[in-house]
């Protein structure tokens, strides 16, 4: 019975060794930033299928390894400079598509640039800001067009449409310099009408008869109807409802040439 106990005290004081070492070793190995660079949404990927670990911000806690997400593209919207007792490194501040997965990374285990596994997962716009194809709800965005009875739905307003997602809030360059690009320079930029709904929605409201409600409102102010758009070609987005802004939307309207 003394053996046991004997044994069990020293088991105890290794196992107890241990758990202090790994938590001088955490402490130590704790980051503050020195810099930070704020960036817009820009695409990136792992260099490898090795491990290579996404931190908490203190770099004292592993979030995510990238060898599990050999077809993700992350989307980058800061860099920092970072510095440990003993260590210093630039990281990326990093979230996938989903919004599920995020951290920091160093900067030396990614790549710039779309993961060629799964491209179609993201889309990119004229200045290199990149979004999720999961943030795209293209049922949402064609109850919006059906209030326009007679406009025509456009590629490329609609692109123009849906990269409002990456500049909602102020991010990125100027959204009229997106859209300027997209349909052909400034000479063609204030021929597109743009205006939109914010409302607060939750998943089990009626979507379409809310944003008709406040964008018929919305219209009612500037002395026009839906019908008064027939001909226009047409881009609308709305954000999912998985999205916080869930009830925000955008509609672009440009008048045939």
């Known amino acids: 019975m003394k053996k046991i106990l004997v044994s ?148 490329t307003l609609q692109s123009a449409a849906n990269f409002s997602f990456i500049y909602f809030g102020g991010q990125g360059d100027s959204y009229t310099d997106v859209i300027a690009e997209m349909v052909g320079g400034y000479e063609n930029e204030p021929s597109v009408t743009r205006f939109g709904s914010s409302v607060s929605l939750k998943k089990s409201d009626n979507f379409i008869a809310l944003e008709k409600s406040q964008l018929k409102d919305r219209l009612s102010k500037q002395n026009k109807k839906f019908a008064d758009f027939k001909g226009y070609h047409i881009g609308a987005y709305a954000f999912p409802k998985h999205n916080k802004n869930y009830g925000t939307s955008i509609i672009l309207l440009m008048p045939s040439n």
């Open 8 to 155: 069990s005290l020293l088991v105890g004081a290794i196992i107890g060794g241990i758990t202090s070492l790994n938590l001088t070793s955490a402490h130590a190995a704790a980051y503050k930033v020195s810099k930070i660079t704020a960036m817009g949404p820009t695409s990136y990927y792992a260099k490898s299928a090795k491990s290579g670990y996404l931190w908490n911000k203190a770099h004292t806690k592993r979030q995510h390894n990238l060898k599990n997400y050999p077809k993700t593209t992350w989307y980058a919207t800061g860099k920092y400079a970072m510095k440990s007792a003993k260590n210093s490194g630039t990281y990326l501040q990093v979230t996938n598509g989903s919004g599920k997965a995020k951290g920091y990374v160093w900067t030396g285990y990614m790549k710039k640039g779309v993961n060629p596994a799964n491209p179609q997962g993201t889309i990119t716009d004229p200045y290199g800001a990149s979004m999720s194809t999961y943030n795209v709800d293209d049922k949402l965005n064609k109850q919006l067009i059906s209030l326009f009875p007679g406009t025509i739905p456009d590629k």
